[in-house]
Every structure is written in structure tokens, then in C-alpha cells.
T-cell receptor, first 109, second 113 residues
């Protein structure tokens, strides 16, 4: 089926540094959602992007939807140990949500 | 408190046995979903239901069955036909169609011995 690809699969970050994770689709997306799953936990909704070029911020997290609505990015500034976890993007296809493979973030203190 | 409750949290099963995972929500959500997650992997959709007494297969429905007799309940049965059932199973719900925000339960970890 139609998938969303997330890169990188793993992200090792020094505490205090910034990083970006990407979500790419070969088809135009109606919307994109982002979730965070802490180790041993369950996914928790972060945000939904709908409009072309949309940018939304949540404290140190910045989410962006591409102009062509085929890709999205999550940028985290000044990474903290609390940012550890796996970040998933998900696209709506009909009445179901399809998840990417996730970016697993490890923070080095 | 409103939320989604999955049980059991951990389950061990012998090969050849069917097992049913429970998922209950008191959020008054119309839509419910079952996902499977393997170690280090993303979430794959097993089944979903948009309304009571109706459900659709997801991407990996083979070896699984569901029912939606009540709005608040969406149990998943892992049958003996599922070749590799050991996984983390996540139930989720959303307000309705058009796939808005999903609310997840804490998951059920199934191990086949």
C-alpha cells in the first residue's frame, strides 16, 4: 500500500543540540499527523498539519508541512533527555491512518 | 477519567491457542482501531471500525478477527492461523470519520511460547 517514509531511522543527538526528522510520501497528502512514543509506552498525538506550507510550533518542536503536501518535518531545538522516544508521522488514507516506520531518538547527556 | 483500557497488559500463549485482547473506551468515540507493533518497527493496521456492527480489514488482517457489538468495545482475537503473533498490540479510538487524532491504550504485549 501507499506508505510514508521516515528518515533517519535512528537519530543520536547530543543534549542541547538541534535535529530534524523527515516524513516523505510519493503522493499528495490530505493531512499529516505526528505522534511520540516513549520507550515502553504508547503513541501520543502531537499535532496535525493540514494546509500547504503550514508551520506549527510547540515549545521546542517545530512542525512543517511541505508546499506540495508530500512531505513533512519535525525540528527539535536544544534537545533534552525528555525528548527520547520514537517519533512517528502518519497519513490519512480514507478512514484509516497509516504510520511511517518512525525515527528513534536517543539523547547523549 | 476518560480513556482507553486494554487488557491484559501481558499475555503468554501456547502455539495453537486463540487469544482475545480486550479494548474498552469511555470517550464516546465512533471509530476504533487495532494496530500491531513489532520491536523497533512502526505501527501496522490490523482492523478498524467506524461504527457499531461494522468493521474493515486493515493491512495485516490475516489470522485476526474482531467484533464491534457495542460502541465502547472492540475486542481482537488472535487466532492460531496467525503465523507470528508475538507482538505489541495497540488499540486506539478517534471521534469519528476523517481520521482525526487517535487516542491509544497502553497496549497488550503478547508472547507465544
Amino acid at each position: 500500500g501507499q506508505q510514508v517514509m521516515q528518515i533517519p531511522q535512528y537519530q543520536h543527538v547530543q543534549e542541547g543540540e538541534d535535529f530534524t526528522t523527515y516524513c516523505n510520501s510519493s503522493t499528495t497528502l490530505s493531512n499529516i499527523q505526528w505522534y511520540k512514543q516513549r520507550p515502553g509506552g504508547h503513541p501520543v498525538f502531537l499535532i496535525q498539519l493540514v494546509k500547504s506550507g503550514e508551520v506549527k510550533k510547540q515549545k521546542r518542536l517545530t512542525f512543517q508541512f511541505g508546499e506540495a503536501k508530500k512531505n513533512s518535518s519535525l525540528h527539535i531545538t536544544a534537545t533534552q533527555t525528555t525528548d527520547v522516544g520514537t517519533y512517528f508521522c502518519a497519513k490519512a488514507a480514507g478512514n484509516k491512518l497509516t504510520f511511517g516506520g518512525g525515527t528513534r531518538v536517543l539523547v547523549k547527556p | 477519567d476518560g480513556g482507553i483500557t486494554q487488557s491484559p497488559k501481558y499475555l503468554f500463549r501456547k502455539e495453537g491457542q486463540n487469544v482475545t485482547l480486550s479494548c474498552e473506551q469511555n470517550l464516546n468515540h465512533d471509530a476504533m482501531y487495532w494496530y500491531r507493533q513489532d520491536p523497533g518497527q512502526g505501527l501496522r493496521l490490523i482492523y478498524y471500525s467506524q461504527i457499531v456492527n461494522d468493521f474493515q480489514k486493515g493491512d495485516i488482517a490475516e489470522g485476526y478477527s474482531v467484533s464491534r457489538e457495542k460502541k465502547e468495545s472492540f475486542p481482537l482475537t488472535v487466532t492460531s492461523a496467525q503465523k507470528n503473533p508475538t507482538a505489541f498490540y495497540l488499540c486506539a479510538s478517534s471521534i469519528g470519520q476523517n481520521t482525526g487524532e487517535l487516542f491509544f491504550g497502553e497496549g497488550s504485549r503478547l508472547t507465544v511460547l
